[in-house]
């Protein structure tokens, strides 16, 4: 039986191929398949459809392969789309579309590919920075090339790399060591300027309140009255909180960094820090009265007598409002802006070694302590006993990456200094820093190490930030 002749078409509705020979005169030529191209028969496309290799369609449909379909259909392969759809392949789309490879886009819209953005935005790889700098904590740009919120082409104040300590938080790229002598010295002046228009405040308010009478100083106390007088200098040491945030734009950098190494107070921290702060007011309270009872062998009572509340009242609501505040402050400017100055001075290469890290971290840590120290009025005893609370605090804001232990600790530490004497209506004994007995030395050593072990402690099971990171900065 004979093959049949591949060569031959055959129609899809005829039977098996003819094997050989023309065919039968009487039967129809087979149908033959349509040209290339050409709108054909096999298969006849429904009305409405777009044409087929090459046509345009009817009726509004696009075409295929090159052909542009009308009434606002977007060209291809380079062509520009009308009426405001985007061009392909390189080229712009009108009417504010942004371009691409490499194009700016017009009207405020970002470049690509590190082009930069109009209006003054830097480009980085194609993203916009933050108010013409680099945005804060992962927006924007990288290394703190441009300030943030800063003024000019560049900026003021910049931003410390990823990873540095909270000491070293002044070194950013702007840092220069005379900046750091300049605002020093505006920093003392602003110190002595607040102290100042405080007292003459303090003098002009009490004249008004009795009569045109002025107030005579007796000693430390500026004002006759402990309640007026312990409120004035509360107030007064309240106030350096601004004055070191506004010296620190003179060294160029973001004042927040002064609070923490994520450029803010993170308030969460200080508040789960004030349990171990009350802890340690708490514990104190108890080591003091065994220390009192056992070396000195008296009969010491465990609580002090009550003076009632007309001498509680008045002298509670002025230290319960203030205190908070002048804590903080002595913060801001002993434990944050001296550290940092003194942390940020050495060179950088230095953090790379432990003999450099220590020499950058120790040092900061007692000067900024002994400044602490001798701007008390305390003798003796007392003096070791907040040069050690000095280092303790200042230890865990760079081992934290802030102050919000320091400010927990202090403000309580204070709190206990002055509510108690104020309870027993012994306020003015509270107001004169003196000396104090050996043995109240272990008897402040030994809560004090317990508060720092429980920072320590509740820093490495939550969530807060030692070094900079590229995390949101909310307040």
């Known amino acids: 039986m004979s093959q049949p002749d591949p060569t031959r078409w055959t129609p899809p509705d005829q039977g098996p191929?003819?094997?050989?020979?023309?065919?039968?005169p009487h039967q129809p030529a087979p149908a033959q398949p349509p040209p290339y191209g050409q709108?054909?028969?096999?298969?006849?496309?429904d009305p409405g459809q777009p044409g087929a290799y090459g046509a345009p369609g009817p009726d509004g449909q696009p075409g295929s392969y090159g052909r542009p379909g009308p009434y606002e259909q977007p060209g291809t392969y380079g062509q520009p789309g009308p009426y405001g759809q985007p061009g392909s392949y390189g080229e712009p789309g009108p009417y504010e579309q942004p371009g691409i490879y490499g194009q700016p886009g017009p009207y405020g819209q970002p470049g690509t590919y590190g082009q930069p953005g109009p209006y003054g935005q830097p480009g980085t790889y194609g993203q916009p920075g933050l108010y013409g700098g680099v945005g804060p904590y992962g927006q924007g740009g990288g290394y703190a090339g441009y300030g943030y919120g800063g003024f000019g082409r560049r900026g003021w104040a910049?931003?410390?790399a990823v990873g540095t300590p909270y000491h070293r938080m002044l070194r950013n790229p702007h840092y220069r060591w005379w900046l750091t002598v300049l605002a020093t010295v505006v920093l003392l002046i602003g110190i002595l300027g607040v102290t100042l228009v405080a007292g003459v405040a303090a003098f002009l308010g009490w004249a008004v309140g009795h009569h045109g009478e002025l107030p005579q100083p007796k000693g430390d106390q500026l004002l006759p009255n402990v309640t007026a007088d312990l409120g004035f200098q509360l107030a007064s040491l309240a106030l350096l909180t601004p004055v070191a945030l506004a010296t620190a734009w003179l060294q160029r950098r973001r004042p927040g960094t002064l609070s923490s190494v994520v450029g803010r107070l993170r308030w969460r921290w200080l508040a789960m820090c004030c349990a171990p702060a009350l802890g340690f007011v708490v514990v104190a309270y108890l080591c003091s009265y065994a220390a009192e009872k056992i070396f000195t062998h008296d009969k010491v009572a465990f609580l002090p007598s009550w003076g009632g509340w007309h001498q509680f009242l008045a002298p509670a609501l002025v230290i319960v409002l203030l205190v908070p505040f002048q804590a903080t402050a002595e913060?801001?400017?002993f434990r944050g802006w001296l550290i940092q100055a003194i942390g940020s001075f050495w060179p950088e290469r230095w953090q790379a070694s432990a003999p450099g890290r220590w020499v950058t971290l120790w040092p900061a840590l007692a000067v900024s302590a002994v400044v602490f120290m001798l701007g008390h009025g305390y003798t003796g005893w007392a003096r070791l006993d907040i040069l050690v609370f000095a280092m303790v605090a200042g230890w865990l804001a760079v081992?934290?990456?802030?102050l919000e232990s320091g400010i927990a600790?202090?403000?309580f530490n204070n709190l206990y200094a002055f509510l108690v004497p104020a309870a027993s209506g012994q306020l003015v004994d509270a107001m004169h820093q003196g000396g104090s007995p050996w043995w109240a030395l272990p008897a402040d050593l030994l809560p004090m190490a317990l508060y720092a072990g429980a920072i320590l402690l509740l820093a490495r099971r939550r969530v807060h930030t030692r070094v900079p990171e590229t995390e949101p900065s909310s307040a």
């Open 409 to 411: 600790l202090h403000t």
């Open 158 to 160: 910049g931003r410390a």
């Open 331 to 333: 913060e801001y400017v």
């Open 17 to 24: 191929p003819v094997a050989s020979g023309p065919p039968h």
């Open 399 to 402: 081992k934290t990456g802030g």
């Open 39 to 45: 709108p054909g028969t096999y298969p006849q496309p």
